[in-house]
């Protein structure tokens, strides 16, 4: 059975990819601090990738154009609400978080509309999103960027377990939303 996207109109998916923004800037920071509490500093952040979940669920529930604007924005504000003292995502960061998240949203957004399970959906968006993401950071690289190419492989096996935890926990609240609908 084809998914049907929760969200229908203009309004409604304004709101949500609002929310997903929201969400994308108070998860990370959530993280952090509980980081910082425990003494590991923004490790759990890049580890469990918190505000990946929200870009997901937003391209899923609201569709591609929600997805991609979320993704697009969320880093982007959260960098301007956290410069002050410790930005995130740090500033060589920022537009290849803008671009992978950008994709994200708008891959799951597409996918949605798919028969594909939300586990096979989700599965596709992450590999075009790090991929996009890899040749921008190589693309860079060449262009002069003082983000080095190691960091793609770097960043895939520190948000390991983030891919793990989305793994489980997109499919299963999509399923839930779909189930409540009906």
């Given at each position: 059975m084809e998914r049907t996207l929760v969200c229908k109109t203009r309004k409604t998916k304004a709101f949500a990819a609002l929310l997903a923004v929201v969400s994308s800037v108070l998860l990370p920071q959530l993280f952090h601090g509980l980081g910082i509490l425990?003494?590991?500093?923004?490790?759990?952040?890049?580890?469990?990738l918190p505000m990946h979940?929200?870009?997901?669920?937003?391209?899923f529930f609201a569709g591609a154009w929600a997805g991609?604007?979320?993704g697009v924005?969320?880093?982007?504000?959260?960098?301007a609400l956290t410069a002050a003292w410790t930005p995130m995502p740090a500033a060589a960061m920022?537009?290849?978080?803008?671009?992978?998240?950008?994709?994200?949203?708008l891959t799951t957004g597409l996918l949605a509309h798919?028969?594909?399970?939300?586990?096979?959906?989700l599965l596709l968006a992450q590999l075009?999103?790090?991929?996009?993401?890899?040749?921008?950071?190589?693309?860079?690289?060449?262009m002069g960027s003082a983000l080095p190419v190691s960091v793609i492989w770097t960043s895939l096996l520190t948000g390991l377990p983030g891919l793990v935890l989305q793994?489980?926990?997109?499919p299963l609240i999509v399923f839930y939303a779909e189930k409540r609908r009906g």
């Open positions: 425990s003494g590991l500093g923004s490790a759990l952040g890049e580890t469990f979940i929200a870009i997901f669920l937003v391209g991609l604007a979320s924005l969320a880093p982007l504000v959260s960098f920022l537009p290849f978080m803008m671009i992978e998240l950008g994709v994200y949203g798919t028969r594909l399970p939300a586990f096979l959906s075009a999103g790090r991929a996009v993401r890899a040749l921008a950071i190589v693309l860079g690289s060449l793994w489980v926990l997109i």
